[in-house]
């Protein structure tokens, strides 16, 4: 982790204690972009703090949030970024420098916020890296009364995007962990040996969070 970005945002930290004691620990960056009002903010502080707060304000700088999750048998250090998009360019090198993932961020209320997803994602895969781990994910799915974006469209364009997919509501916090399992997953694939992406694929469903069967062969490389 960059010692810039360290000293230049806020960090939070919400350390879970199980995990501290593991020696087998990565630190994986993490950005989180939107538009203004679909709740970057709100997901970053439940995910990393389980705090919500309806009467949070957008915020009018980046901020990084620290989180300890744990991923297969791997400790992974989160510095995930609430990144106010206006405030940098992509050659911002402290932001964007050693990015492995990102959250794309759009509220399933309003189709303005939707219909901007797919020129984010070629911006950041352009300037960042063709290859980057993408969670293209719809917020606000407790205002489903509300919905203006359904679930299927959605999901059907972060396939077309070769993004993961998911929905979440910041009062539920089990939604939101599972969300980030989904990408940390997918960065966690990307990293393996092509080899072992075949095991991969065999041995997990699709989505890379149900074991079928013990993981002893990656590490054996039997």
């Known amino acids: 982790m960059d010692a810039k970005i360290t000293k230049s945002f806020k960090i939070k930290q919400a350390i879970e204690s199980e995990?501290?004691?593991?020696?087998?620990?990565?630190?994986?960056?993490?950005?989180?972009?939107?538009?203004?009002?679909v709740g970057k903010t709100s997901l970053c502080s439940k995910f990393s703090l389980n705090d919500f707060n309806l009467e949070i304000k957008p915020s009018t700088d980046s901020e990084c949030y620290m989180k300890m999750a744990k991923i297969f048998d791997l400790k992974v250090k989160?510095?995930?970024?609430?990144v106010v998009e206006n405030s940098f360019t992509y050659d911002s090198a402290n932001v964007y420098t050693d990015v492995v993932g990102a959250v794309i961020v759009y509220d399933i209320t309003k189709s303005k916020t939707f219909d901007s997803m797919e020129h984010?994602?070629?911006?950041?895969?352009?300037?960042?890296?063709?290859?980057?781990?993408?969670?293209?994910?719809?917020?606000?799915?407790?205002?489903?009364?509300?919905?203006?974006?359904?679930?299927?469209?959605?999901?059907e364009k972060a396939d077309k995007l070769n993004c993961v997919f998911a929905e979440t509501s910041c009062v539920d916090s089990q939604s939101v962990k599972d969300a980030f399992k989904l990408l940390l997953a997918k960065i966690y694939y990307n990293n393996l040996s092509e080899e072992n992406k075949s095991y991969f694929k065999h041995e997990y469903n699709q989505d890379g969070l149900e074991k079928k069967e013990s993981r002893e062969k990656i590490e054996n490389g039997s």
């Not at 995990?19 to 009002?37: A, H, M, P, R, W």
């Not at 989160?78 to 609430?82: A, L, R, S, T």
């Not at 300037?127 to 203006?148: A, E, Q, V, W, Y």
């Open 78 to 82: 989160m510095f995930i970024i609430d």
């Open 19 to 37: 995990f501290i004691n593991s020696q087998n620990t990565v630190e994986y960056k993490i950005i989180v972009l939107g538009d203004k009002g």
């Open 120 to 155: 984010k994602i070629s911006d950041l895969r352009n300037n960042i890296n063709p290859n980057l781990p993408i969670l293209f994910l719809g917020n606000k799915n407790d205002l489903s009364f509300l919905r203006n974006v359904e679930a299927e469209e959605a999901e």
